[in-house]
């Protein structure tokens, strides 16, 4: 029974180290990403004051979150592009109309 074990756990051991990758290992590229996207996406809105705000103030914060909002999707756009410009051969599905 101990010779079986011993049989078998050799084996084991063999076909792991079969996986190995003979001390060479795979280097990928990844390209720096666009200092301007990573800026983009590092802004943000202020949060508001606590406790109750004026109709102005509440104007001025949705305009301002609207304006953040339309930013936003202008970067993803373009880090969209970014990461197409990558891989040119291959087939994107792009939603060219708003989700509703």
Sequence with gaps: MRWKTLVVSALLALT??????????????????????????????????????????????VSKLKLSETEKIECGKR??????????NRDHNRITQPIK
């Design 16 to 61: 792991l180290t079969g996986c190995a990758t003979s001390g060479i290992k795979p280097t990928l590229f990844y390209p720096e990403l666009p200092a301007d996207l990573r800026l983009c996406f590092d802004k943000a809105v202020a949060r508001p004051k606590v406790g109750p705000m004026s109709k102005a103030e509440v104007l001025t914060l």
């Design 79 to 88: 880090l969209i592009a970014f990461y197409d410009s990558l891989s040119p």
